[in-house]
């Protein structure tokens, strides 16, 4: 990735504070823990985005479960899809007959998780679950079954908490709007991935 020629823009509003990012996260957790006892499961970080809100949400799933990681590549320096994802870097262990959560940081057209979901259901894993922070649920393209939701927002490009713009701002402590927004985000119920859905 190419950095941009001057320093980056200040952020635009805060979106989504540090304190509402804490809490939402402890909720998933507990969702969490709750459906995977003595499951022990393989959860799996979307880099580089996920990795902060991967770190924070571990440590508020209190069950044993292990940890991996695995690189995709879908967007260049703009904040627009370009449509093809890449693998970058694979998973360092089998997941055949393992229960897989997939935590990844934003949900836009869907095609980075749907990719990802296929890849990793092409292994014989014994289920493959996603949790994401954040969902632009009206710019999907692609119909996907997601299992934990933290935010939904409008259709705005955000910033910060792992969410970088040409390399920049992962390291804010919140999410912020890189242009002017209406409307706040919302928290979706968290209703148990099972009466959802059927089979694993
Ligand atoms: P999708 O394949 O269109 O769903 O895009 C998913 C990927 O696009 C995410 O993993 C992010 O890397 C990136 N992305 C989408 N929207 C944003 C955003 O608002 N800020 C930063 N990255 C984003």
Do not use: W
Request: include cysteine; glycine fraction near 8%.
């Amino acid at each position: 990735m190419s950095p941009l020629a001057e320093a980056p823009p200040p952020p635009g509003r805060v979106l989504i504070s540090e304190e509402e990012l804490k809490a939402r996260i402890g909720e998933l957790g507990g969702a969490i823990a709750r459906d995977y006892e003595r499951q022990s499961p393989v959860v799996v970080g979307v880099l580089q985005g996920a990795f902060l809100f991967m770190a924070d949400l571990i440590r508020a799933i209190p069950i044993d479960l292990m940890t991996d990681f695995i690189g995709v590549s879908s967007y260049g320096i703009g904040t627009r899809s370009s449509g093809a994802v890449r693998l970058v870097s694979d998973l360092s262990m089998s997941i055949e007959d393992r229960h897989v959560l997939i935590v990844e940081d934003i949900v836009d057209t869907g095609l980075t998780l749907s990719y990802l979901k296929r890849t990793l259901e092409a292994r014989h894993p014994t289920s493959v679950r996603v949790c994401v922070l954040v969902d632009k649920i009206e710019r999907r393209e692609i119909e996907l079954a997601l299992d934990y939701v933290g935010f939904t927002i409008p259709n705005v490009f955000v910033v910060g908490y792992g969410f970088d713009h040409a390399g920049y701002y992962r390291n804010l402590r919140y999410i912020a709007a890189l242009e002017p927004v209406a409307g706040a985000p919302e928290r979706p119920p968290l209703v148990p991935p099972r009466a959802r859905m059927s089979g694993a």
